[in-house]
């Protein structure tokens, strides 16, 4: 007994093993990157597009190297695009960052004020000088027709008090760097009727300001 022979089977169709996945997406996000990165403001998003496709570009070539992926010219294309991309973008920031500094650096100073400047060119000149205050010579003055209590006083110094016996002159000088109040009188201690006058005089600088005189008391005062 015979069996006819079996027909030959057909081959199983092998599964495409290749992937290209990668390369692709590369290629897709490295040109939508490249063409964004040329718009300001907008071509921010450009930078992480670049970067995944130079990543996604660079493992697609390697795939298609090993035999994994049958796309290397795509993947090679997104690598190539992706890096153009990746460099505008650095450019622009670059551009942008220097006009940022530039306006920075343009911006108006506010000048010092003149007496500040001057003070600091020229100290001597800026600093205010002191004159010297000059001396001031007071000359009091009394004579006396009669026996007189003399009393007299400067400033604010308690007042000085004598006898001055009839006749007598008696004359005080004084020096002071700023004029101040200052007085004498002469009251005669008996006063008689038809007793003469006593006289009091104040001069100051060599110029007499005040002159008095009565027989019942001569008062000389003097008020800058």
Known sequence: MSYAPMPPSAPMPVPNQY??????????LGLVGLIFAFIPIIGVIAWPLTILGLIFGIVGTLRANRGQASNKGL?????????????????WTAAFGKAVNDAANNLPTAAAPAAVADAGSQPAAAAPTAAASAKHTVVLEVTTAAKSNLQWGSGFSANSQEVLEK????????????????SVSATPV??????????????????????????????????P
């Not at 760097?177 to 200052?182: A, E, S």
């Open 19 to 28: 992937k290209n996945g990668l390369g692709t997406a590369g290629f897709v």
């Open 190 to 223: 008996e006063f008689k009727m038809g007793s003469k006058d006593n006289t009091c005089k104040i001069t100051v600088d060599g110029k007499v300001v005040v002159e008095q005189h009565n027989s019942i008391g001569a008062i000389c005062t003097y008020q």
């Open 167 to 182: 006749g007598k002159t008696w004359s005080q000088t004084l020096t002071m760097d700023d004029l101040v109040f200052t």
């Open 75 to 91: 993947a090679i294309a997104a690598v190539v695009l992706s890096a153009i991309g990746l460099v505008i973008c650095v450019l």
